[in-house]
């Protein structure tokens, strides 16, 4: 009886506290980064297999949901994440956790690829972000890397296979 006390009073605690009315900060900008990252290459994967198997449409179709969903709450908080954004840059290169390369787009790791074509530092995510996101005001971030794009590979356009 004790324990279903306890247990029912943190309930109530955690769902008072969250419904607040305050907008949440998170804890851990980066893993926000990582997250939408994330779920910017799932839904990459599962668009190319939805493609050659209609099993895989429901299971794209939600991570679409979930990466617009984590762009938007970014978007909706400059004051959190472009002010995150812009300490980094500013930072540069004499941060060593930016300087780290990082896959950006969704390759099959089957097939060989050019690391330079699908991978970027960290920095450079920030800078993609901060342009395409807060100074574009797209929906988005762009589906190639700037490597990719500038060497004219043909690519297909995943993001207009959706319509929500």
């Known amino acids: 009886m004790k324990s279903s006390i306890v247990i029912l009073s943190l309930i109530f605690t955690v769902t008072f506290s969250i419904s607040d009315g305050q907008e ?36 794209r179709d939600s991570l679409y949901v979930l990466y617009l969903t984590k762009v938007e709450s970014i978007k909706i908080s400059p004051d ?61 971030l762009p589906q190639r890397t700037p490597a990719f794009q500038k060497a004219g590979v043909d690519t297909v356009a995943t993001y207009k296979l959706i319509k929500l």
């Open 24 to 59: 949440r900060v998170p804890k851990n900008i980066s893993a926000e980064f990582d997250q939408l990252l994330h779920y910017k290459r799932e839904f990459e994967k599962y668009a190319i297999k939805s493609d050659k198997n209609k099993v895989h449409m429901t299971t």
């Open 80 to 140: 959190v994440y472009l002010t995150y954004i812009e300490k980094a840059l500013k930072r540069g290169s004499n941060d060593r956790m930016l300087t780290y390369s990082i896959p950006y787009d969704y390759y099959d790791p089957s097939l060989p690829f050019n690391p330079n074509l699908h991978l970027m530092r960290r920095l450079d995510f920030f800078r993609i972000i901060k342009e395409s996101l807060f100074d574009r005001g797209e929906v988005a």
